[in-house]
């Protein structure tokens, strides 16, 4: 007299669909799925259907979190494609080469932020350093400004 497992009968007879959730008391809802063999099959044959329905299930949640990466990576594109300033000015740098104006550098990204580049060859990225996020200006191997 569970009444759990009178609502699992319940919505094994009745539901329209393939899967459905299942309330338990003092716990989330579990998702439970309907997986059909023929009557009077094997223990196997109910194995094999079990897992062929756990294989398909596991495509499923693949694709799908494929296609969400997909569209986030979208997003992504399109949101530097107009989000970010074509150019920044620096003045006032130590060294007279570093002034001027940084323009992006193509399509490059370093921590989620375009790459600006200078005349002389200088760049200016945003990087991690110890933990701490910043923009920085350096020509590679060395950074001059954090």
């Known amino acids: 007299n569970d009444p ?5 009968r319940h919505k094994l007879a009745y539901s329209a669909g393939d899967k459905f959730k299942l309330e338990l008391t003092g716990g989330r809802p579990q998702e439970v799925r309907r997986v059909e063999v023929a009557e009077g099959s094997s223990a196997a044959e109910q194995q094999a259907a079990l897992h062929e329905a756990m294989r398909q299930q596991a495509l499923n949640d693949e694709r799908d979190a494929d296609e969400k990466r997909r569209r986030l990576r979208n997003q992504r594109v ?3 494609k107009r989000s970010d300033p074509w150019c920044y000015m620096v003045k006032g740098a130590g060294n007279t080469a570093v002034n001027g104006t940084y323009s992006r550098h193509g399509d490059a990204v370093r921590n989620g932020a375009r790459v600006y580049q200078n005349g ?3 760049l200016l990225s945003r990087e991690s350093i110890g933990g701490l996020e910043g923009w920085v200006v350096g020509k590679v191997p060395r950074a001059f400004y954090a």
Do not use: A, N, T
């Open 4 to 8: 759990r497992i009178k609502e699992l």
């Open 78 to 80: 399109e949101r530097m």
């Open 120 to 122: 002389d060859g200088f």
